[in-house]
């Protein structure tokens, strides 16, 4: 089992810039890939940005330039440097790994872009 918990959302302006952390407990070891998504009012989950266990990355176009995924292996988190943000990243962003387990989710922390 792998437990996950996000923090750093909240409000800022348009134009603003916000950074999301995930910390991973428990089987950790077995994580291969992580990732954030986000899930705006009314909207479906969509994938923001992926992390593979190499380091390779992958973004949505929409935060393509904008969004940077990273990952700190020894104190096993994750994070989403997200700069220039507009109205419309205003969501719900999870934090995501794939493990040998499983899939497994954090429980969301909001972030609102709004002046």
């Known amino acids: 089992q792998v437990q996950l918990v996000e923090s750093g959302g909240g409000l800022v302006q348009p134009g603003g810039s916000l950074k999301l952390s995930c910390a991973a407990s428990?089987?950790?070891?077995?994580?291969?890939?992580m990732a954030w998504y986000r899930q705006g009012p009314g909207q479906q989950r969509d994938l923001v940005a992926a992390?593979?266990?190499?380091?390779?990355?992958d973004y949505a176009d929409s935060v393509q330039g904008r969004f940077i995924i990273s990952r700190d292996n020894t104190e096993n988190r994750m994070h989403l440097q997200m700069n220039s943000l507009k109205p419309e990243d205003t969501a719900v962003y999870f934090c995501?790994?794939?493990?040998?387990?499983?899939?497994?989710w954090g429980q969301g922390t909001q972030v609102t872009v709004s002046s």
């Open positions: 992390i593979a266990f190499d380091g390779r990355t």
């Open positions: 428990g089987t950790i070891f077995s994580i291969y890939a």
């Open positions: 995501n790994a794939v493990a040998n387990g499983g899939t497994f």
